[in-house]
Antibody, heavy 119, light 113 residues
Framework: QVQLVQSGSELKKPGASVKVSCKASGYTFTSYAMNWVRQAPGQGLEWMGWINTNTGNPTYAQGFTGRFVFSLDTSASTAYLQISSLKAEDTAVYYC????????????WGQGTLVTVSS | DIVMTQSPDSLAVSLGERATINCMSSQSVLYSSKNKNYLAWYQQKPGQPPKLLIYWASTRESGVPDRFRGSGSGTDFTLTISSLQAEDVAVYYCQQYYSSPFTFGPGTKVDIK
């Protein structure tokens, strides 16, 4: 069965960096896109962008350029989200989520990784 | 960017009654040549990731109960829960995947009256 298993919660200080992993199983990793979605505490879903798991080419939504980097280790069927220069407003649950290349609705979601930024 | 709006923000419905959630996009998400609306609906229960309910505006994902129905075209869409069950208490989101960024609506919270 399809599974997306994310790394555990993180507590970071402002200015630090964090790298969230998302390990996929149960399907051919490169046959589907990987999206990233942010959910701040008590708030709605915000689409951050996606990465082409064939080419490694990322696409970032406005507001997620510069400090946010999507990457892959296709040999390990794993996608990564790295956030640098963390700010308090980056505190959120971050989801990886599988999408189709031809029409990017999301059919499977990771369990989410809570990143807390606090001094 | 396509802006998604939802109404109402929240609603409370008696068990067994109908719940109706509206979603509007700032521009059409109908891909005319394919005659498909690039719109999905998700359900998110507290403490859980979202779950796909509907794609192509009206196609139910496998395993989703048939009391969930998606309808609409162009810029106006509706998610109807025909007979609300206790397990349907959740926040519901629409999302357009017509053009990047693939924006979500703000969500509609459904509770039991």
């Amino acid at each position: 069965q399809v599974q997306l298993v994310q790394s555990g919660s993180e507590l970071k200080k402002p200015g630090a960096s964090v790298k969230v992993s998302c390990k996929a199983s149960g399907y051919t990793f490169t046959s589907y896109a990987m999206n990233w979605v942010r959910q701040a505490p008590g708030q709605g879903l915000e689409w951050m962008g996606w990465i082409n798991t064939n080419t490694g080419n990322p696409t970032y939504a406005q507001g997620f350029t510069g400090r946010f980097v999507f990457s892959l280790d296709t040999s390990a069927s794993t996608a990564y989200l790295q956030i640098s220069s963390l700010k308090a407003e980056d505190t959120a649950v971050y989801y990886c989520a599988r999408g189709l290349y031809s029409s990017n609705w999301i059919d499977y979601w990771g369990q989410g990784t809570l990143v807390t930024v606090s001094s | 960017d396509i802006v998604m709006t939802q109404s109402p923000d929240s609603l409370a419905v008696s068990l067994g009654e109908r719940a109706t959630i509206n979603c509007m996009s700032s521009q059409s998400v109908l891909y005319s040549s394919k005659n498909k609306n690039y719109l999905a609906w998700y359900q998110q229960k507290p403490g859980q990731p979202p779950k796909l309910l509907i794609y192509w505006a009206s196609t139910r994902e496998s395993g989703v109960p048939d009391r969930f129905r998606g309808s609409g075209s162009g810029t106006d869409f509706t998610l109807t829960i025909s007979s609300l069950q206790a397990e349907d208490v959740a926040v519901y989101y629409c999302q357009q995947y017509y053009s990047s960024p693939f924006t979500f609506g703000p969500g509609t919270k459904v509770d039991i009256k």
